[in-house]
Nanobody, 123 residues
Framework: QVQLVESGGGMVQAGGSLRLSCIAS????????VAWFRQCPGKEREFVAA????????IYADSVKGRFTISRDNFRNTGYLRMTNLKPEDTAVYYC????????????????WGQGTQVTVSS
């Protein structure tokens, strides 16, 4: 059974930083894209960032480009999202996802999802 567990969320002030982690219990983790999405109450899920199997290719939402960095450690089956210069509009539940080899912003193409971790940024 595939399981993704996120951690690292919390409450920070605007301008602060957090690093999210996602541990995946999935075989062939190193073959898949790892991505992060987020969702605010009452809003649709939003793509944040994704990285290919060796982290040589990454894509970001325009709203986080230059502030967030996605990375991965295939030996530890773990994905990361480093978030800096956080803004109140970054407040959301952040979800880790994997299971496709396509570097895509389309959440429907990812079959496996974690439960999410809350990030709250106060002004």
């Amino acid at each position: 059974q595939v399981q993704l567990v996120e951690s690292g969320g919390g409450m920070v002030q605007a301008g602060g930083s957090l690093r999210l982690s996602c541990i995946a219990s999935i075989t062939r983790f190193g073959h898949y894209v790892v991505a992060w999405f987020r969702q605010c109450p009452g809003k649709e899920r939003e793509f944040v960032a994704a990285t290919n199997w060796n982290a040589y290719s990454t894509i970001y939402a325009d709203s986080v480009k230059g502030r967030f960095t996605i990375s991965r450690d295939n030996f530890r089956n773990t994905g990361y999202l480093r978030m800096t210069n956080l803004k109140p509009e970054d407040t959301a539940v952040y979800y880790c996802t994997t299971g496709t080899s396509d570097l895509t912003r389309n959440g429907d193409e990812y079959p496996y999802w974690g439960q999410g971790t809350q990030v709250t940024v106060s002004s």
